[in-house]
C-alpha cells in the first residue's frame, strides 16, 4: 500500500470505534466517486479545527466565546450540573429534561491517570457559584470510584456556600431485571428505597 | 450542539463502521488535547486527497502514475489476477502469496446496482492482455451470484485468447466445521472433491 496512504489509514485508526481494518474500509470509502466524499470530510473538519473553541464558562465547545447553551436566556439560571466532559453534556441535552445550565470539569480525579485537583475547571466553577445566583448543584458523575472520589471532593469544595449540593439518584436502572443486577447496585436501591404512596380512593 | 460541528459529526458518521454515537465520540477524541489529533487528522487526508490517484495500468491507488505492485520487477509478469476493488487487493497482499499482477475491475455486474459491462474497466484489461506477455489469468471475483455472473462474463470475453482462464476454488474454508457449512458450500466441495494421495511408504 502507498505510503502516505498508510499513514493516513494509521491515523484513522486510532480513533475510538476504529481499527486498523475499519479504517481502511472507511478510507476505501471516502476515496470512491473520485474522492468526493473525502473533499467533504477535510472541509467539514477543517471548519470545526479553525472555529470551534471552548465556552468561557462552562468548558463546551462552541464556535462562540460563550456557548449557546449558557446565552439561552430560557434556561433556569440557578440551577448548575456538574459534568465530567462535554459528551455528558451532549448526553444530557439529548434526553432533554433537565433545563439549568452546566459546568464542565473537563476530567475527574483519578491516581491511575495522574489527574489531580488543580487540573480540574473549578476555579471558574467557584466565580460562578459566586456571581451567577446558583441555588442548586447538581454533580453528575460517574459511579465510579474516581468519580464518586470527584463527587465529594467538589461537595467539599462547595460546602459553607449558601447552595443545596446534589448527586444523582442510585438504584436499578429503567427497564433493569433484578436477577441481572450486581449486588453494589441492588443493595444501593435497597439503602434508598422510597416509599410507595397510593392517592386515597374517595369513598 | 454546534451546527459546524454537528455538521461534520454527519458527516463523520456516514463513513462504514461508524454511526451517530461513535461519530461524536470520535470528534470528541479529535478534539482532545486542544486538537493536536484533528490536525494530524486533517492534514494526513489532505496529503491522500492531493497525491493519491489511480494507477494508469491496474487500478491501484498509488501517489505515481503507476503502482508500486505494477512497477516492481521481482513479480511474474504472466500472471494476471482479476479483482472487483482495490480492497480486494490489500486483501490479498496482506496474506502475501500472490507473486503476479492484478487488474482491478472497479465493479461487478449489478442489476440492482445498475453496474453495466460498459462500467467495467475491461478495455485496459484487453489491452494488458496483448501486450503484457500474460499467459494466465486468476479471476478472483466473490461467490456470489453477482461475482459469478461478472466471472462468467469476464471469461467470456476472453476466450479465444491464448491464455489460460482460472476462477478461485470453492469449498470448506480453512478451519470450517462441517455442520456448520451451509448446503451450496457442502455440496460444492463435494462436487470439487479430491483425491488424497498417500506417499508410499518403503518397505
Redesign the interface.
Known sequence: ??S??L??IK??A?????GPR?A????????KNE?F??????S??????K??KKCQICGN???SDI??VCLDPKRTKHQLCIIE???DL?TI?RANFFNGKFHILGGILSAIDGISPNQLNTETLLNRIENEGITEVIIALSATIEGQTTMYYIAELLSGKDINVFSLAQGIPIGGELNYLDDGTLSAAFLDKREVILSKKIA
Open positions: 500500500m502507498d502516505l496512504l499513514k493516513a491515523t484513522m486510532q480513533l475510538p470505534g476504529f475499519s481502511q474500509r472507511a478510507m476505501l470509502f471516502a476515496l474522492g466524499f473525502l473533499d467533504q470530510l477535510i467539514n473538519l477543517e471548519s470545526v479545527r472555529n470551534i465547545f462552541s464556535c456557548c449557546s466532559s462535554v459528551s451532549w441535552e
